[in-house]
Nanobody, 117 residues
Framework: QVHLVESGGGLVQPGGSLRLSCTAS????????MGWYRQAPGKQRELVAA?????????ADSVKGRFTISRDDPNYTYTVYLQMNNLKPEDTAVYYC?????????WGQGDQVTVSS
């Protein structure tokens, strides 16, 4: 399995930007897909964006055009980034890094993102 460490959350005003990072360690060469989910108070956890081992990306319609997922060269370090631009109050949530390894889900500790003036 893998251990996921997240960073980059915080408080930002509407229209602002943040970049989340998630670094995986452990069985990184078995990662099938890696990405971000978020959970707002009283709501279900939802997929935000993901990238497969082959580099194919998937971004939720609610953030398309504002959020971008990318990663470092997986041959050296497995770090995935979520660049979040033009943030809106409805983006406020705990953001969780996720990695699927041999069909098993691995989760980070969660990172709070608050968009407020």
């Amino acid at each position: 399995q893998v251990h996921l460490v997240e960073s980059g959350g915080g408080l930002v005003q509407p229209g602002g930007s943040l970049r989340l990072s998630c670094t995986a360690s452990g069985s990184i060469f078995s990662i099938e897909v890696m990405g971000w989910y978020r959970q707002a108070p009283g709501k279900q956890r939802e997929l935000v964006a993901a990238i497969t081992s082959g580099g194919i990306t998937n971004v939720a319609d609610s953030v398309k055009g504002r959020f971008t997922i990318s990663r470092d060269d997986p041959n050296y370090t497995y770090t995935v980034y979520l660049q979040m631009n033009n943030l809106k109050p409805e983006d406020t949530a705990v953001y969780y890094c996720h990695a699927r390894v041999r069909s098993i889900a691995n989760w980070g500790q969660g990172d709070q993102v608050t968009v407020s003036s």
